[in-house]
């Protein structure tokens, strides 16, 4: 019975998804297919649904989403790229390829600043490119080390999806999330950094012969403002001065400042990004609620509890369990976006990760990163068609330099999923997590 239910929950789900019907509308379908087919009782489900519903989305943490949507999409619009962007390359012109490492770099420092790794792929994409164009690089390789070194930005925090999945695994601590990324992140980032340089020096690319205008103090303090809204959001969150709900208040009225400062963005732009914040933040709500009833029925047919028993049956090994669970999300990753996945797999392998003796906050730093290195994959990557539309440069181009980068990416992966100290070690150290080790 409950793979039966298992089959026609997922393979509703993914033969909609396939036929190209929205995927918030899919889960939805395919629970109530799942529900009917069940012999649940009609009358009992709807009225379950509708609460489920109501209740997903009735959570004052989940405010932090659209207000870190909205500061992120304010300094995007506001002047604050090209200000880090121009900090980055100060930082790493003297290596080969410097404009690829100063794109990696910017998307660490932007995804530190929006949040958001497909801001970051268009915002960076649209600044780098003309630039690494001019120098002669290769624009599959350029949109290709654009598009890879994106997902730092949801690693990197003030984050919304470590938002979303402390708010979908039931309260697992925000400042911990917060601050294990920081490692995670840089880490991702020196792995895309150190495979695009090695294919810099490949293809005979130089280092910067580019000569600022402005001193190299000017330049820092430029972008001084831009990184200084990471220390406030971080700073107000660690020492209890506000929430990260609040904390994504207080950044978008610090960027609409800055935004005033610099003077690069009406009252038009400024209307545009609202009504585009607001329609991100409908469709997140929407999947929440939908998911939600996804949720009842998968608990009402035990389906989350027949996968935790299955997998524990295949291994009893700790390391063989996180490496299925890897190769899944990362599959997972390439078909679905970060958004459902989170609200989907969430609830089905935090219990697993839990029994073996991970830490919530490790594997939500996990799940995260599987599936922002999913969104660099066809056929559903989000950053992969940002990335490739921003460069103008056709898929089947970027992909021979997306695959060794990509390698280069899961080991990172894979030393985050099995060496724990990575993720929890600044937790560890700031208090918000007992251990950093099983």
């Given amino acids: 019975m409950v793979v039966q239910a298992a089959l026609m929950l997922f393979g509703s789900f993914f033969v909609m998804l396939f036929a190209g019907v929205p995927i918030s509308a899919g889960i939805g379908i395919a629970s109530i297919i799942t529900a009917i087919m069940s012999g649940m009782d009609g009358n009992i489900f709807a009225l379950t649904a509708a609460q489920r519903c109501f209740s997903g989305c009735d959570s004052f943490s989940l405010l932090a989403l659209p ?49 958001s790794s497909v801001a970051a792929t268009s915002a960076m994409g649209s600044i780098m490119s003309p630039l690494e164009l001019d120098e002669g690089y290769d624009p599959n390789y350029s949109a290709a080390v654009n598009i890879c070194s994106a997902p730092t930005g949801i690693l990197i925090p003030p984050s919304g999806p470590l938002i979303l999945y402390s708010i979908t695994a039931g309260g697992v601590s925000v400042a911990a999330l917060f601050m294990g990324g920081y490692l995670t992140g840089a880490l991702l980032g020196i792995a895309v950094a150190g495979l695009a340089i090695f294919l810099a020096v490949r293809k005979g690319y130089k280092a910067s012969a580019v000569k600022e205008e402005d001193p190299a103090w000017k330049i820092v303090l430029e972008a001084v403002p831009s990184l200084l809204a990471v220390i406030i959001v971080m700073g107000g969150i660690l020492t209890g001065i506000f929430t990260a709900t609040e904390a994504g208040v207080v950044m ?15 009252i038009k732009t400024f209307y545009d990004l609202l009504a585009d ?49 890897n190769v899944f999300l990362l599959v997972m990753g390439m078909f679905l976006d970060l958004t459902p996945a989170v609200l989907i797999f969430t609830p089905i392998f935090l219990t697993i990760a839990t029994s073996v003796g991970m830490s919530p906050v490790h594997f939500g730093l996990m799940l995260i990163m599987n599936l922002g290195i999913g969104s660099v994959t066809p056929p559903v990557g989000s950053c992969l068609f940002v990335g490739c539309g921003v460069g103008r440069v056709k898929i089947e181009g970027v992909t021979k330099y997306i695959a060794p980068i990509f390698t280069a990416m899961v080991i990172s992966l894979f030393l985050v999923s099995f060496i724990p100290a990575i993720p929890l070690l600044v937790p560890y150290l700031c208090g918000l997590v007992p251990s950093m080790w099983w």
């Avoid at 997998?311 to 063989?320: A, E, G, P, T």
Wanted: with cysteine; charged share 10%.
């Fill in 67 to 115: 207000f870190f949507s909205l500061g992120g999409n304010v300094m995007n619009k506001g002047g604050i790229a090209k200000r880090l962007v121009r900090l980055a390359r100060l930082l790493v012109g003297w290596v080969p390829g410097y404009l690829a490492a100063t794109n990696v770099l910017a998307n660490m420092f932007f995804g530190a600043v929006s949040g």
């Fill in 252 to 266: 978008c009225l610090y960027c609409t400042l800055l935004a005033i400062i610099y003077r690069e963005m009406s």
């Fill in 277 to 325: 914040t607001m329609k991100s933040s409908a469709t997140i709500l929407f999947l929440i609620a939908a998911s939600s009833i996804m949720s009842y029925v998968m608990s009402y047919s035990g389906i989350p509890a027949a996968i935790s028993e299955g997998l524990m049956s295949v291994s009893n090994n700790r390391y063989m369990i996180i490496l299925i669970m």
